[in-house]
């Protein structure tokens, strides 16, 4: 099992506090189980959880007491130690862009994870559909940070100026915590927004004009399967009205934690389409329609 060192103990403070009964009761929230004030999990549950990563086994999570601070503590070590085995920090994800994922698992807002250098793969490629624990198949939308003004950037224009190009692409998340366990915004984060693996296909430049702004809202990702059938149509703009949104609020979320987007940066903005079980055997396509310059499209088959 994979262990981080654990943290040298806080000193012990006591107090001469006279008992009473309204004491007692702050005893009591404090301690009974359920209840505890919230914490950032221990090291040791943290490698179990990177561990069942690893080797593709369920793990139990963190229970219904995890808060979201506390959750993207946890992801931060845990990222720690997976990437170990993956490789650097490439870019970041984007979960719950919708209401409806937000209501769904319980959080106020989208949330983020980090996406490590292994876990990219090109088009064509073939895919084991038990490639994790609870593995699922996501049309997605990714694009890629020109330069570092892009987290002084305010508008949807001022972001396109920062950015480098759309590229279609695939995310294959992995839901590793045990079924039956809580399932929550909180504990999906702890476990880095379920990042498992994407597929990248090929991409178009990024105007820094009003005109691709507007067309990124309107563009639709088409999902075609290998028979020809379309799967699913989904505009941009079911990612916060405009995907640029989804990347403005990523970078002042990451502002907020003392983090910036890096020139080279890969980031996926968003769920664009139903996500689904993968389909052993099956081939899919995923295209972006109507943005400017081009339709990128990526390519994905399943194994039997």
Known sequence: MIRVPTPLPRPVV??????????????????????????????????????????????????????????YCAQGKYVALIGKHLGPRIGYKIAFA???????????????????????LSSGVTVDPKFGVRGLFEPDLLVTIKDSGINQAATPLEAARHLDQVVAFYE?????????????????????????????????????????VDAFARMEAVLIDDSGKERSRTKGESLMGNPLNALLWLAGNLKKSGLELRPGDMISLGAMGAIVPPEPGRSFTLRYEGLPGGTPEVVVTFTK
């Open 98 to 120: 919708g209401k409806r994922a937000q209501e769904q698992f319980g959080v106020s807002e989208p949330a983020r994870g980090v996406l490590l250098r292994s876990m990219i």
């Open 172 to 212: 294959l998340p992995d839901v590793i915590i045990a079924e039956g366990q809580t399932l929550n915004g909180a504990n999906i984060i702890a476990i880095n927004t379920g990042a498992r693996s994407g597929v990248t296909g090929t991409g178009v430049k990024v105007q820094p004009t009003q005109e691709f």
């Open 14 to 71: 006591r107090f001469r506090v006279p008992f009473s009964a309204a004491l007692l009761t702050v005893l009591a929230v404090f301690f009974v189980p359920g209840v505890l004030l919230a914490a950032c999990p221990s090291d040791d549950l943290i490698a179990a959880t990177a561990d069942g990563f690893l080797n593709k086994k369920a793990v139990p999570g963190y229970g219904p007491g995890l808060t979201v601070e506390d959750a």
